[in-house]
């Protein structure tokens, strides 16, 4: 009888979809600071800035 595994890290599936997830979240930071710094360049800076820091810190 073979042992069962839980360990997937060897599943090319579960790195595919884990590789996905972290190219998206990349993304989503990455809009986030383009328009975080768009914000910050006018003088005040809008309270809308403030959702922008809050998305990059959260897909970080």
Same mark, same amino acid.
């Given at each position: 009888m073979t042992p069962v595994s839980? +360990?997937?890290? +060897? +599943?090319?599936?579960?790195?595919? &979809?884990?590789l996905m997830w972290l190219a998206r979240d990349t993304r989503y930071a990455l809009a986030a600071l383009t328009a975080l710094i768009a914000y910050a360049q006018n003088t005040p800076v809008p309270p809308a800035a403030? &959702?922008?820091?809050e998305d990059f810190l959260s897909f970080l």
């Open positions: 839980n +360990d997937i890290s +060897d +599943d090319p599936w579960a790195q595919r &979809v884990y403030w &959702v922008c820091f």
